[in-house]
């Protein structure tokens, strides 16, 4: 069969879209939740929705249950689907990150076990990196595994991870060999996020919402078959997980179900003047623009980096540029939003468009935060892309057990 060109492909899944899936209706609750076990639900049921149609996993291989087509199909695929209820909270980290991590790193046996469940909408994964000694200094995680015949032994603790309470899966970094050098001791495990001797528990932040959370392993074991990469290998995994997660919280992945990597029902600035009467306000006027242009420079920055990235030149920290540019964008439309909202959005009413706002605004710090720091980006990007002197690091080379902790 001749393959479907991308405007046929665009035209089926227009046509399909409008006779199978509802209409996104943009409510207050929808914002920024995913701290709610129906969003989940229905998130699963709409991936399974996109599955039975023959529009879900665009860009995966097909013998992983994919359609084994190029980005291009799914952007026309994200453009149709804007209009339409999508499975957003998959996007980031099950689809763009976990998923191709395991496509790129895992065995065939897990492969075959996990990528047609994601694609199907039958697992959530989460990642279990960040531990509460700093998540800046990946490579020093203290969460340990231990080897006991043919399973292994995990104790330790995770934190920050973004709604393990919803997931079924979760990628862990743990250490595995202690006389190693700290790069080289570790292994990345994909383990059930719900067994015996796990303990997940919910964060509270500043906003009310309850999708982080911290995790406690108390000799959970885990089978020699969840071993994703080699043993002691675990930071060339690691590193490429943090590749797929730049390039997605970047808002670049292709892996994604429909729009972006934000998932979030966020109304626009131009909006936000008009509901409270300042789009004819020069000052107004000037920051919205100001506010637009970054994120048209942000929207043009994307493709050129990963065209850059996939033509082989630049290399894949590249990411970084498009990860820093997402928060510097996200910062400053958080600001601007605040501006605008003004006393209205600090009364913090979330039904209203002023206090969406005013709540977004108060997880501002999240975007400089999630998929590695900003200053984190600004190393990667000084050191690895414009080649200046690395930052000094005297734990490298010694075996992890003699570097000093709580520095
Ligand atoms: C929205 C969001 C989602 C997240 N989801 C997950 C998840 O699903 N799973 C997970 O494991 N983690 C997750 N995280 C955690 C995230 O990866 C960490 O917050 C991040 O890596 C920073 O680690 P930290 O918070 O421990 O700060 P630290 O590492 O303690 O750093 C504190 C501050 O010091 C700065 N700093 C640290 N080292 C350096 C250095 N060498 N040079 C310059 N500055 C430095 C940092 O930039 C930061 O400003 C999430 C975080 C957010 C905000």
């Given at each position: 069969?001749?393959?479907?060109?991308?405007?046929?492909?665009?035209?089926?899944?227009?046509?399909?879209?409008?006779?199978?899936?509802?209409?996104?209706?943009?409510?207050?609750?929808?914002?920024?939740?995913?701290?709610?076990?129906?969003?989940?639900?229905?998130?699963?049921?709409?991936?399974?929705?996109?599955?039975?149609?023959?529009?879900?996993?665009?860009?995966?291989?097909?013998?992983?249950?994919?359609?084994?087509?190029?980005?291009?199909?799914?952007?026309?695929?994200?453009?149709?689907?804007?209009?339409?209820?999508?499975?957003?909270?998959?996007?980031?980290?099950?689809?763009?990150?976990?998923?191709?991590?395991?496509?790129?790193?895992?065995?065939?046996?897990?492969?075959?076990?996990?990528?047609?469940?994601?694609?199907?909408?039958?697992?959530?994964?989460?990642?279990?990196?960040?531990?509460?000694?700093?998540?800046?200094?990946?490579?020093?995680?203290?969460?340990?595994?231990?080897?006991?015949?043919?399973?292994?032994?995990?104790?330790?603790?995770?934190?920050?991870?973004?709604?393990?309470?919803?997931?079924?899966?979760?990628?862990?970094?743990?250490?595995?060999?202690?006389?190693?050098?700290k790069h080289r001791g570790l292994?990345?495990?994909?383990?059930?996020?719900?067994?015996?001797?796990?303990?997940?528990?919910?964060?509270?932040?500043?906003?009310?919402?309850?999708?982080?959370?911290?995790?406690?392993?108390?000799?959970?074991?885990?089978?020699?078959?969840?071993?994703?990469?080699?043993?002691?290998?675990?930071?060339?995994?690691?590193?490429?997980?943090?590749?797929?997660?730049?390039?997605?919280?970047?808002?670049?992945?292709?892996?994604?179900?429909?729009?972006?990597?934000?998932?979030?029902?966020?109304?626009?600035?131009?909006?936000?003047?008009?509901?409270?009467?300042?789009?004819?306000?020069?000052?107004?006027?000037?920051?919205?623009?100001?506010?637009?242009?970054?994120?048209?420079?942000?929207?043009?920055?994307?493709?050129?980096?990963?065209?850059?990235?996939?033509?082989?030149?630049?290399?894949?920290?590249?990411?970084?540029?498009?990860?820093?540019?997402?928060?510097?964008?996200?910062?400053?439309?958080?600001?601007?939003?605040?501006?605008?909202?003004?006393?209205?959005?600090?009364?913090?009413?979330?039904?209203?468009?002023?206090?969406?706002?005013?709540?977004?605004?108060?997880?501002?710090?999240?975007?400089?935060?999630?998929?590695?720091?900003?200053?984190?980006?600004?190393n990667i990007i000084s050191e690895?892309?414009?080649?200046?002197?690395?930052?000094?690091?005297?734990?490298?080379?010694?075996?992890?057990?003699?570097?000093?902790?709580?520095?």
């Amino acid at each position: 069969m001749a393959t479907e060109t991308v405007t046929e492909f665009r035209l089926r899944a227009r046509s399909w879209l409008a006779e199978n899936m509802p209409k996104r209706v943009r409510e207050a609750a929808q914002a920024e939740t995913t701290d709610d076990d129906e969003v989940w639900a229905r998130a699963r049921e709409l991936q399974k929705m996109l599955y039975k149609g023959g529009f879900a996993g665009i860009c995966f291989p097909k013998e992983y249950g994919g359609l084994g087509l190029s980005r291009e199909y799914q952007d026309v695929f994200t453009e149709e689907s804007d209009v339409y209820e999508m499975p957003l909270v998959l996007n980031v980290p099950t689809l763009s990150i976990c998923a191709p991590t395991i496509m790129d790193m895992a065995s065939e046996e897990l492969k075959r076990e996990h990528l047609p469940a994601v694609i199907r909408g039958d697992e959530v994964l989460v990642q279990f990196l960040s531990e509460p000694s700093g998540g800046s200094n990946l490579a020093g995680v203290l969460t340990r595994a231990d080897r006991d015949g043919d399973s292994w032994i995990l104790n330790g603790s995770k934190i920050w991870s973004s709604n393990a309470y919803a997931a079924d899966y979760a990628l862990c970094l743990a250490r595995t060999d202690w006389d190693a050098p700290k790069h080289r001791g570790l292994t990345m495990f994909l383990i059930k996020v719900h067994q015996p001797g796990l303990t997940v528990r919910r964060i509270e932040q500043v906003n009310g919402q309850t999708e982080f959370c911290e995790e406690f392993f108390d000799d959970v074991i885990i089978p020699a078959s969840a071993v994703v990469g080699e043993i002691n290998d675990g930071w060339t995994v690691a590193t490429r997980q943090l590749f797929h997660e730049r390039t997605a919280v970047g808002g670049g992945s292709e892996f994604v179900s429909g729009r972006g990597a934000r998932g979030e029902y966020l109304p626009s600035l131009s909006e936000l003047a008009r509901e409270v009467g300042l789009e004819n306000e020069t000052w107004a006027r000037d920051l919205v623009a100001k506010a637009a242009a970054h994120r048209t420079v942000q929207e043009q920055l994307i493709p050129y980096v990963i065209s850059k990235v996939e033509d082989g030149s630049l290399p894949g920290i590249a990411m970084s540029l498009i990860r820093l540019f997402h928060a510097e964008t996200d910062w400053l439309e958080s600001d601007v939003g605040l501006e605008l909202a003004g006393a209205v959005g600090v009364a913090h009413d979330s039904t209203t468009v002023p206090g969406q706002f005013a709540r977004h605004y108060l997880m501002r710090q999240g975007a400089s935060l999630g998929g590695g720091s900003s200053e984190m980006s600004r190393n990667i990007i000084s050191e690895r892309l414009l080649r200046m002197p690395r930052e000094a690091a005297d734990d490298k080379d010694i075996p992890f057990r003699e570097v000093r902790q709580g520095r």
